[in-house]
């Protein structure tokens, strides 16, 4: 019979493996075990299945490194794959994408394969936050073989600084904390709170990625979901917005805002915790200064609509971007000014030579990125200019979130200290919720007026250069159900047009197939158009239709999307990937479309898989318990 132990005194070839015989046949769980030698197994695996050599067959290699041999217990092998990816989401991937920028984990934070400009690891310190610039020096100094380079930001950041350090670019300081209880004799050492990266290149803390991320471990990884919300209060204490990531080239852009949702989420799921209704005072107090600050200000602010835009500051190509992504848009002014690609961004970013075309363009393309849907066909070329209908949705929720919590959870009264104040606002001056409810009914007003289209029974964007909406079918038309702003009669019209449009088999599309149009090579079939579709997209859908009381498309819908992405975990190795082509039924994760598929990067079995799936999936066999708890939650402080 074949070894149970993992020392197994001799080898045993795979066919040799066979059943223990000690089966409780009253355990309705099969733990009888199987010993498999690993090295054979996986050459006669290889040899037989990898026949085009990717390395991206089914085999089991989850015991010690090291080891002749893997005990499997029949269980495991017949594992339901719902409930195996579940499990490995919660107890493994987590884990594996869980950073900390302390002395252990700065060194991993800082590579970053976006940009190739400097190689030597650097973190950026806010005027603010001097005790992190004496932390980190310390660091550097006891480890002179990492070379860390620690700099002070300045403490006003321009288009022109953030330029001025692309050659120069390092990772951004995020909250840290002190041990709750120390030895009075000893020296306090900073601690570094956890936070989620989305894996695959990306190696930072990530706006709306963490957003979700946070709210799929709130019940599994408290702490961290709260400590994503603590860093989010951090970059808006520090850098005036929640960031697109904590890079030195994103201090200028941030992303979609779903900051009060998080705290209210994370307020519900810890509040009988100490400290859980400060956390919640201070996530809307942040909310509130990064509404005023960066939102509602020019030049996000249309002043003629009232609505917002995305248009981060900035000057340059971006240079997170490889240069060939941008060579069909350069090729004419290389040619113009007889340079090669690389000579020309250069002397452009050094503003050696003027184009205010390109400018133009490089401003709608830093919006697109801020927008969270880099690219799109719909936002390419006039994002700047563009209401959009998930911005203004997003920032109505947070109107009607902090009213809420003002009225509610701190008695019509909220104290703004100098530190959450907007320029020109007195400090220590009260809110109460009225103004916040005005500020809602106003934004749903002109959201009504602007990008509700009747005749369609769409919400479109709102372009407020030409005037005119801009009717280009989009999965962030839901949104709105969403945020809570849309009326009955306007649901009793989206629901039936955004579905007939965007449902497909597996799940809802970013896009229509008709507002994409043809593809051609001056329309290059971009990530957020049809037939892509994104986790984002797939969740704010389902509780948007929950919401008005569209459970049957809501479901549907649901069983689509999580149907097609357990089929890919289950037949191509475990793979999780950032998106999805919803039309596909065989191979919907094979998409060739701008950066490839994150997710992908793994040989044998994945580790980790492209997290913004993760955070859907580890809530979805609970989403509807979830959304009702939190809509219970709100219920409650209405009613208070």
């Not at 009888?32 to 090295?39: A, M, P, Q, W």
């Not at 979609?256 to 989420?265: G, K, N, S, V």
């Not at 969403?482 to 019209?493: D, I, T």
């Given at each position: 019979?074949?070894?149970t132990?993992?020392?197994?005194?001799r080898?045993?070839?795979?066919e040799?493996?066979?059943?223990e015989?000690?089966?409780?046949?009253?355990?309705?769980?099969d733990n009888?075990?199987?010993?498999?030698?690993?090295?054979p197994?996986?050459?006669?695996l290889?040899?037989?299945e990898?026949?085009?050599?990717?390395k991206?067959?089914?085999v089991?290699?989850?015991?010690?490194?090291?080891l002749?041999?893997?005990v499997?217990?029949?269980?495991?092998?017949?594992e339901?794959?719902?409930?195996?990816?579940?499990?490995?989401?919660?107890?493994?991937?987590?884990?594996?994408?869980t950073?900390?920028?302390?002395?252990?984990?700065?060194?991993?934070a800082?590579?970053?394969?976006?940009?190739?400009?400097?190689?030597?690891?650097?973190?950026?310190?806010?005027?603010?936050?001097?005790?992190?610039?004496?932390?980190?020096?310390?660091?550097?100094?006891?480890?002179?073989?990492?070379?860390?380079?620690?700099?002070?930001?300045?403490?006003?950041?321009?288009g022109?600084?953030i330029?001025?350090?692309?050659?120069?670019s390092?990772i951004l300081a995020?909250?840290?904390?002190?041990?709750?209880?120390?030895?009075p004799?000893?020296?306090?050492e900073?601690?570094?709170?956890?936070?989620?990266?989305?894996?695959?290149?990306?190696?930072?803390l990530?706006?709306?990625d963490?957003y979700f991320?946070a709210?799929?471990?709130?019940?599994?990884h408290?702490?961290i979901?709260?400590?994503?919300?603590?860093?989010?209060?951090?970059?808006?204490?520090h850098?005036?917005?929640i960031?697109?990531?904590?890079?030195s080239?994103?201090?200028?852009r941030?992303q979609?805002?779903?900051?009060?949702?998080?705290?209210?989420?994370v307020?519900?799921a810890?509040?009988?915790?100490?400290?859980?209704k400060d956390?919640?005072?201070?996530?809307?107090?942040a909310?509130?200064k990064?509404?005023?600050?960066?939102?509602?200000?020019?030049?996000r602010?249309?002043?003629?609509?009232g609505?917002?835009?995305?248009?981060?500051?900035?000057?340059?190509?971006?240079?997170e971007?490889?240069?060939?992504?941008?060579?069909?848009?350069?090729?004419?002014?290389t040619?113009?000014?007889?340079?090669?690609l690389?000579?020309?961004?250069?002397?452009y970013?050094?503003?050696?030579v003027?184009?205010p075309?390109l400018?133009n363009?490089f401003?709608?393309?830093?919006?697109v990125?801020?927008?969270?849907h880099?690219?799109?066909?719909?936002?390419?070329?006039?994002?700047?200019?563009?209401a959009?209908?998930?911005l203004?949705?997003?920032?109505?929720?947070?109107?009607?979130?902090?009213?809420?919590?003002?009225?509610?959870?701190?008695?019509?009264?909220?104290?703004?200290?100098?530190?959450f104040c907007?320029?020109g606002?007195?400090a220590?001056?009260?809110?109460?919720?009225?103004?916040?409810?005005?500020?809602?009914?106003?934004?749903?007003?002109?959201?009504d007026r602007?990008?509700?289209?009747?005749?369609?029974g769409l919400?479109?964007?709102?372009?407020?250069?030409?005037?005119?909406?801009?009717?280009?079918?989009?999965?962030?038309?839901?949104?709105?159900l969403?945020?809570?702003?849309?009326?009955?009669?306007?649901?009793?019209?989206l629901?039936?047009?955004?579905?007939?449009?965007?449902e497909?088999?597996?799940?809802?599309?970013s896009?229509s197939e008709?507002?994409r149009g043809?593809v051609?090579?001056?329309?290059?079939?971009?990530?957020?158009?049809?037939?892509h579709a994104?986790a984002?997209?797939q969740?704010?859908a389902?509780?948007?239709?929950?919401?008005y009381?569209?459970?049957?498309?809501?479901?549907?819908?649901?069983?689509k999307?999580?149907g097609?992405?357990?089929?890919?975990?289950t037949?191509?190795?475990?793979?999780?990937?950032?998106?999805?082509?919803?039309?596909?039924?065989?191979?919907?994760?094979k998409i060739?479309?701008?950066?490839?598929?994150?997710?992908?990067?793994f040989?044998y079995?994945?580790?980790?898989?492209?997290?913004?799936?993760?955070?859907?999936?580890?809530i979805a066999?609970?989403?509807?318990?979830?959304?009702?708890?939190?809509?219970?939650?709100?219920?409650d402080?209405?009613e208070?």
């Open positions: 019979m074949a070894s132990t993992q020392g197994a005194s080898p045993i070839a795979p040799e493996a066979e059943l015989q000690h089966k409780d046949e009253d355990d309705p769980t009888r075990k199987l010993s498999i030698e690993v090295g197994t996986m050459r006669n290889l040899g037989q990898d026949t085009d050599g990717d991206l067959i089914t089991d290699d989850n015991g010690p490194k090291g002749q041999t893997v499997l217990t029949v269980s495991q092998l017949s339901d794959p719902v409930q195996r990816l579940t499990r490995l989401i919660k107890n493994k991937w987590w884990s594996n994408l950073r900390q920028m302390d002395a252990r984990g700065i060194a991993a800082c590579p970053d394969e976006k940009n190739t400009t400097s190689s030597q690891p650097r973190i950026y310190i806010p005027l603010g936050a001097p005790e992190q610039y004496v932390y980190y020096t310390d660091i550097a100094e006891k480890n002179p073989a990492m070379n860390l380079d620690v700099q002070w930001l300045p403490g006003e950041i321009t022109d600084y330029k001025s350090i692309y050659p120069n390092g995020l909250e840290m904390d002190y041990p709750t209880q120390i030895d004799s000893e020296k306090a900073l601690i570094a709170l956890p936070f989620i990266v989305p894996g695959g290149r990306f190696n930072e990530y706006n709306w963490s991320c709210i799929g471990m709130i019940d599994s408290p702490y979901a709260s400590s994503i919300l603590r860093h989010f209060i951090f970059e808006i204490k850098y005036g917005k960031l697109n990531a904590n890079r080239y994103y201090l200028g941030a979609p805002p779903f900051l009060t949702d998080l705290a209210l989420r307020y519900e810890t509040k009988l915790n100490p400290g859980a956390l919640l005072k201070q996530g809307i107090l909310a509130m990064e509404y005023h600050t960066w939102w509602m200000s020019e030049p602010l249309d002043p003629e609509s609505l917002s835009r995305y248009r981060p500051i900035g000057k340059g190509i971006p240079p971007c490889e240069p060939a992504q941008f060579a069909h848009i350069l090729a004419p002014y040619r113009k000014h007889k340079t090669t690389r000579e020309f961004i250069d002397a970013n050094d503003g050696n003027e184009e075309e400018d363009f401003l709608h393309d830093r919006a990125r801020e927008s969270g880099d690219t799109s066909n719909r936002l390419e070329g006039i994002c700047a200019d563009l959009t209908v998930d203004n949705s997003l920032l109505y929720k947070y109107e009607t979130d902090i009213a809420r919590c003002i009225r509610t959870v701190f008695f019509d009264s909220l104290l703004i200290p100098a530190s907007a320029p606002q007195e220590d001056h009260l809110e109460s919720s009225a103004i916040w409810y005005q500020r809602a009914d106003a934004r749903k007003a002109r959201i602007y990008c509700w289209n009747d005749t369609a919400y479109y964007d709102f372009n407020t250069a030409t005037k005119k909406q801009q009717p280009y079918d989009c999965a962030t038309t839901l949104w709105p969403w945020a809570g702003l849309a009326s009955s009669h306007q649901a009793s019209l629901v039936p047009s955004a579905l007939s449009r965007l497909y088999s597996g799940g809802i599309s896009s008709a507002s043809a051609s090579p001056d329309r290059p079939q971009k990530q957020w158009d049809f037939p994104w984002p997209h969740l704010l389902w509780d948007g239709l929950r919401r009381g569209y459970t049957e498309e809501a479901e549907r819908v649901c069983y999307w999580l097609m992405v357990t089929k890919v975990f037949d191509f190795n475990g793979t999780v990937v950032e998106k999805y082509d919803v039309r596909n039924g065989i191979a919907p994760h060739p479309a701008e950066y490839g598929n994150q997710g992908l990067g040989e079995a994945p580790q980790e898989g492209f997290l913004p799936q993760k955070k859907h999936l580890s066999a609970d989403t509807t318990l979830e959304s009702i708890r939190l809509a219970k939650f709100c219920s402080l209405d208070i």
